[in-house]
């Protein structure tokens, strides 16, 4: 069985477009209770995952650059897709097994899914892969 059935789809997931701006993006982690959100571009395709602490220390960094010297507005120039960083948290693809992403789900709370063209379309949270092996274990026992 896939992990379709654990799918939270893109429709009720939280994400930015790359070409948000970082002001955006700090609105949306202040109204949703999220400390990392998937990044698509207009396409639907998945780029990256964008955590608070990303935008932390790209704040801090530019703020090093400018002695101090930047404001909100400023931050309305900036695009998400400019906050350079490692994606830490790569996607799957659709047709994955929930055990294949135990490992994965160990570092991260949840694991961006995405078709075979690579189009984002929802996630798969750690809390729903546990949930998942918790109930297939008391399955086999029972």
């Not at 909100?72 to 998400?80: I, N, S, T, Y």
């Amino acid at each position: 069985m896939n992990i379709a059935f654990l799918l939270t789809p893109k429709s009720d997931v939280s994400f930015l477009y790359d070409d948000n701006t970082l002001r955006q993006c700090i609105e949306r982690m202040k109204i949703d209770p999220h400390t990392a959100v998937p990044v698509i571009n207009r396409e639907g395709r998945y780029i990256t995952t964008i955590s608070e602490g990303d935008v932390l220390r790209w704040l801090i960094r530019k703020s090093e650059e400018t002695k101090g010297d930047i404001s909100f507005r400023d931050l309305e120039g900036v695009f998400v897709r400019e906050l350079r960083h490692k994606d830490k948290n790569p996607p799957c693809l659709i047709t994955e097994e929930p055990e294949d992403l135990v490992f994965r789900a160990m570092e991260q709370n949840f694991i961006p899914v995405v078709d075979d063209w690579g189009s984002f379309i929802g996630i798969v949270t750690r809390r729903d892969i546990l949930k998942y092996l918790a109930t297939s274990q008391d399955k086999m026992q029972g």
